[in-house]
């Protein structure tokens, strides 16, 4: 990157920062993220760096999305390398309370750094990593320019690049591709995202098309029922049809579940993408003349059918999705880029998704193709609902092409990890003994 755009980022950074440090600790409050550990983002730590282990790879995820993936990643890579050091940096709290709890034995987990040089350094050389791995599309100019400073090769796993982003890239080309080219390695999930980054300005020759390391279903356990889940949703009426609107944004949830009341006997179960707004939800819902009954507080409705289930809890959306009957996607009606559909293709769930599934391109593109996935507008979701309910065949249908689909990706994994590995053989790091 140019040093005088460097100098501008890095004089308006530290300006951003202040300004959104209020919400940002009000937010991570009410996520209950808030302690000690965020010291880490300042690259201030507790215990002595020679305790720390070194020549690590360090993967950076951002959220639980990317942080699931990063999991997935390192624990198929120590099954082939076992003395290799991991450390994943998660940017927000849910990432890394997901990475606290469910990280492989040895696996150090921090807070990602802000994206100031002299952090940066710090870190680096608490760590000594010997490549650093981006999970998607997360990408910060001073990690990319301080990692090269170091020699610290840098790759971008499951590269993801939506319409929206490349036309910015696009304007700012004599800006981004300069820095874009500092990664080594990018893994692509399909030939479309390949020419979308080459298109601004990534050396074809650092491409590697892997498939997604997200829809890689090998050695993936799909979720199962919970018994106390189910009786939960028992209370609601015996062999009612359960419609889940998962992850759902900003008025989603009284959108979907109007829909749903349409549906002769569907029962319709909420799960927010953001826990913290369950008392926005809940009045909204109320207005709208339900019942709520919530997960936190349950207790069987009074009349079950006026009520809705709404899931204010966070780590169990694969829980009660493998209970759903259908699947509608959150994000992709009155947000942007939709939610992953991959988790109810993984139980034989039918999925509905809204317009905007931006996110997940290519595969959503993929899927409609197929005829995988019923992507409809507002109006049409009790229709559709109806439809799929009324249809074993096209149930069937939608389910077994949707499947058909996502094994397409099936072993991104380990060609991720084959390309990483390389990567460090060519920059002259020999393998542990």
């Known amino acids: 990157m140019n040093a005088w755009v460097r100098l501008i980022y890095n004089l308006l950074l530290p300006v951003f920062c202040l300004l959104a440090a209020p919400a940002w600790v009000i937010r991570m409050a009410r996520r209950g993220g808030l302690d000690w550990r965020l010291l880490q983002r300042i690259g201030i730590y507790r215990g002595c760096s020679d305790e720390e ?171 199962m029922e919970r018994i106390e889940f189910r009786d939960m949703l028992e209370s609601f009426g015996s062999e009612r049809a359960i419609v889940l609107a998962a992850s759902t944004h900003h008025g989603e949830e009284r959108l979907i579940a109007e829909a749903i009341r349409e549906v002769p006997g569907a029962l319709a179960v909420l799960l927010p993408r953001h826990v913290e707004r369950r008392q926005v939800v809940l009045s909204d819902l109320e207005t709208a ?38 699947v509608v996607i959150g994000k992709s009606f009155l947000g942007r880029g939709g939610q992953n559909p991959v988790e109810a293709i993984l139980v034989d769930a039918p999925v509905v998704c809204g317009p ?21 507008s507002q109006g049409e979701i009790a229709e559709t609902l109806r439809a799929i309910l009324a249809s074993d065949q096209r149930r069937q249908s939608l389910t077994d092409n949707a499947r058909a689909t996502i094994d397409k990706h099936r072993g991104a994994t380990d060609r991720i990890i084959m390309q990483l590995r390389a990567l460090i053989e060519d920059c002259g790091e020999q393998d542990p003994d």
């Open 53 to 223: 282990a070194r020549e690590t790879i360090y993967v950076h995820a951002v959220s639980v999305g990317e942080v699931r993936m990063a999991l997935r990643l390192i624990t198929q890579w120590q099954q082939c390398d076992s003395l290799r050091q991991f450390v994943i940096a998660a940017t927000t709290s849910t990432g890394f309370q997901v990475a606290d709890k469910e990280a492989p034995e040895g696996v150090r987990v921090i807070y990602s750094p802000l994206d100031f040089p002299p952090v940066l350094r710090s870190v680096f050389h608490r760590f000594n990593p010997i490549l650093i791995v981006l999970i998607d599309s997360e990408i910060w100019p001073n990690l990319l320019h301080v990692s090269g400073q170091s020699r610290i090769p840098v790759a971008l796993a499951n590269a993801r690049l939506s319409e929206r982003s490349a036309r910015r890239y696009q304007r700012v080309k004599w800006i981004a591709a300069p820095m874009l080219n500092q990664i080594r390695t990018v893994c692509v999930q399909a030939e479309e995202h390949a020419e979308s980054w080459i298109k601004i300005g990534i050396c074809p020759e650092r491409l590697v098309i892997t498939g997604s390391l997200k829809f890689d279903l090998d050695g993936v356990q799909a979720p």
């Open 356 to 376: 905007d599934m931006s996110n997940f391109e290519p595969l959503v593109s993929e899927l409609r193709t197929a005829s995988a996935i019923e992507c409809v």
């Open 289 to 326: 003349g339900f019942e709520v009954v919530l997960r936190s507080r349950f207790k069987s409705p009074e009349k079950p059918e006026a009520a809705v289930f709404l899931v204010d809890s966070t780590g169990e959306l694969g829980d009660w999705t493998a209970l759903a009957d259908i």
